[in-house]
């Protein structure tokens, strides 16, 4: 806990208070365990896994390739030898492993093999599970009224069941079992998504919203049980209503950590979702999503291949960055950043970048695009002010006093981070405290 929480820069007891709150969930790695928490960093997550058209070495490149570029975790959303593969990608990973059961289960499951699946994939060590316990044969019908009705795979099998068998969901109707499962493998829960909107016009409407009001109720019930969970959220979603359904999701659900795929903010970026999906994820996670799914060039069209994952988990790990430096104020690297491009030493560029990018540029020389009429090489000039000088000569950067509520920075300096009080500084426009959470001596 206190490595974690010092890798967070946040205090190990206000981590521990929210961990016992259920707001926060961590995700579990022999090495590398993860927390989601709107008071630590974004966490990012890239999805991969064996089909038919892809074989498991495919996969192990992709996950290898994902973590090079920074992913937080990997899904592994095999669909054939599914514990085989989710064996395969652990073993490999140097960061957690989820996983989706469920896709083992088609094309005609019983009620028996959904908790089977869930089992096997348990034991197998997955760190985390979807689970689509939360769409219902209420909530099926009522997608059916949808221009792109249901797009989640997860879903889809849950409704081919529902009504092939006139029976309710049984991963709904047994998620006793459910929490038993994950509480006696140590397997946190991740609340699937099954009637996420799969089109702008089809965000936030009845069925979507009568999924997040029942993953509430389970939240309820797994955090009864002592078994971590957290929720999955959309999908496509029109840019405006992003922050207002964070918000619904962080009252319906008490707070759990909110998982987003995307969203995606048009219907219309056909090769390019990657930068789509950045936009939302970016606005989802300064409203308060803690992790977010990144989506590649190819979705909706074609199996991503390694260079797809590649940029899917860079513009991913940029929005990513963009939120923190909003809600958490970690601006620190982009003030570095700042200097050394002031500074014309493209190496330092290079190191601190999220993207990797190797760049053709000599040390101290302007680049092709301005030359010698480079501004900052003719005002670094007038300035007097070596460019060495520059680098190490600029003040640290403070965090936002825009908080809810007040104006004080509770903070402390460790080993050279910001360590940031559990529930300061928060942006306005984020979602509101939950109770209890406190602020140097504000209590909120």
Not at 1 to 28: F, H, T
Request: aromatic fraction near 4%; proline fraction near 5%; charged fraction near 25%.
């Amino acid at each position: 806990m206190k490595e974690l929480a010092e890798r967070e820069g946040i205090d190990a007891k206000a981590l521990e208070q929210e961990l016992k709150a259920g707001r926060a969930v961590v995700l579990k790695h022999a090495k590398n365990p993860i927390v989601l928490n709107r008071f630590c960093s974004t966490k990012i997550n890239a999805n991969l896994g064996t089909s038919m058209q892809s074989s498991p070495e495919a996969e192990l490149k992709k996950a290898s390739v994902a973590i090079e570029h920074g992913t937080d975790t990997i899904m592994d959303l095999s669909t054939r030898d599914t514990v085989h593969s989710l064996k395969r990608i652990i073993s490999a990973s140097r960061v957690p492993v989820g996983s989706v059961p469920i896709y083992s289960c088609f094309p005609s499951p019983t009620e028996d093999d959904f908790l089977k699946a869930i089992e096997a994939h348990a034991k197998a060590g997955a760190s985390f599970v979807t689970v689509h316990s939360a769409i219902t044969r209420g909530s099926a019908e009522k997608a059916m009224n949808r221009i792109t009705k249901i797009v989640s795979r997860g879903g889809g099998i849950i409704a081919k069941y529902m009504k092939e068998n006139s029976a309710e969901n049984p991963l709904y109707r047994n998620f006793d079992k459910v929490l038993e499962i994950c509480k006696n493998a140590d397997c946190a829960i991740s609340l699937g998504d099954a009637l996420r909107a799969g089109s702008l016009a089809d965000a936030n409407d009845e069925a979507m919203l009568a999924e997040l009001k029942l993953q509430g109720e389970q939240v309820l019930k797994a955090r009864k049980e002592g078994v971590q969970v957290f929720c999955e959220g959309p999908g496509h979603m029109p840019f405006d209503t992003i922050a207002k359904n964070v918000a619904l999701q962080k009252e319906w659900c008490h707070y759990a950590p909110y998982y987003v795929l995307g969203p995606l903010v048009t219907d219309r970026a056909l090769g390019y979702d990657h930068l789509n999906a950045a936009i939302g994820a970016t606005a989802a996670a300064v409203a308060g999503a803690e992790f977010l799914c990144a989506v590649t060039p190819s979705e909706h069209f074609a199996l991503p291949t390694v260079e797809d994952i590649k940029e899917g988990v860079i513009a991913f790990k940029i929005a990513a960055h963009a939120a923190d430096v909003v809600k958490l104020g970690r601006r620190e690297k982009d003030d570095e950043m700042s200097r050394a491009r002031y500074a014309l030493d493209w190496r330092k560029q290079e190191e601190l970048s999220i993207t990797k990018k190797k760049i053709n540029c000599a040390s101290n020389k302007p680049c092709t695009m301005c030359g010698e009429l480079c501004p900052m090489k003719i005002v670094s000039e007038l300035d007097g002010e070596s460019n060495e000088t520059n680098r190490k000569g600029r003040g640290e950067s403070k965090l936002c006093d825009r908080c809810v509520g007040h104006r004080s920075l509770p903070t402390a300096r460790a080993k050279g981070k910001t360590k940031v009080a559990i529930g300061a500084p928060v942006h306005q426009s984020l979602a509101p405290a939950p109770p209890g959470a406190t602020v140097g001596n504000c209590a909120r």
